[in-house]
């Protein structure tokens, strides 16, 4: 019987890649000489700093620029409210989500159910993944396309199609 889990994770490699070009980014650009901008990478967050408020949001620019240049999806982004540093300088965090939470995964579960193939497709969750399995390998073909149209509010891919 045909399956494949569905499954969101970040390539943190490609991240803190994205990061190294946005710190050089910051060294190097006119417009951020004297701000004191800065990205840092710490575990799953990117803290961001700068001295106003327009600083701050090109500094956000950059790094979803440099993100989506290496092929990380903004929707495993989370971003934080900006909050007052020292000097009057501005930070903000912005938190990089990973893994399917239980409410998403009954949402793909619910919509494989009422919108996938009617026969034969069958869904469960598994830790932080869902396991799709079918009878026929285009149902299941069916149901990625399906799932790729659906906005679930975090980045989805699809892992361990088996026959």
Same mark, same amino acid.
């Given at each position: 019987?045909?399956?494949?889990?569905?499954?969101?994770?970040?390539?943190?490699?490609?991240?803190?890649?994205?990061?190294?070009?946005?710190?050089?980014?910051?060294?190097?650009?006119?417009?951020?000489?004297?701000?004191?901008?800065?990205?840092?990478?710490?575990?799953?967050?990117?803290?961001?700093?700068?001295?106003?408020?327009?600083?701050?949001?090109?500094?956000?620019?950059?790094?979803?620029?440099?993100?989506?240049?290496?092929?990380?999806?903004?929707?495993?982004?989370?971003?934080?409210?900006?909050?007052?540093?020292?000097?009057?300088?501005?930070?903000?965090?912005?938190?990089? @989500?990973? +893994? %399917?939470? !239980?409410? #998403?995964?009954?949402?793909?579960? &619910?919509?494989?159910?009422? /919108?996938?193939? @009617?026969? +034969? %497709?069958? !869904?469960? #969750?598994?830790?932080?993944?869902? &396991?799709?399995?079918?009878? /026929?390998?285009?149902?299941?073909?069916?149901?990625?396309?399906?799932?790729?149209?659906?906005?679930?509010?975090?980045?989805?891919?699809?892992?361990?199609?088996?026959?």
């Amino acid at each position: 019987m045909p399956t494949f889990d569905v499954v969101s994770q970040v390539d943190m490699q490609e991240v803190r890649n994205a990061v190294d070009q946005a710190q050089r980014e910051l060294a190097t650009r006119f417009d951020f000489k004297g701000t004191d901008s800065t990205v840092e990478l710490h575990e799953m967050e990117l803290r961001l700093h700068s001295a106003t408020e327009d600083r701050l949001r090109a500094v956000v620019q950059v790094v979803e620029e440099k993100l989506v240049r290496r092929k990380v999806s903004l929707k495993a982004l989370d971003y934080g409210k900006p909050e007052e540093a020292s000097k009057g300088a501005l930070r903000q965090t912005i938190s990089l @989500k990973a +893994g %399917i939470t !239980s409410d #998403t995964a009954r949402a793909i579960n &619910r919509w494989i159910k009422d /919108k996938g193939p @009617k026969k +034969g %497709i069958s !869904s469960q #969750t598994q830790g932080e993944q869902v &396991r799709v399995s079918g009878k /026929k390998r285009d149902d299941l073909q069916a149901v990625i396309s399906g799932l790729r149209e659906e906005d679930f509010g975090i980045p989805l891919q699809f892992e361990n199609f088996r026959e």
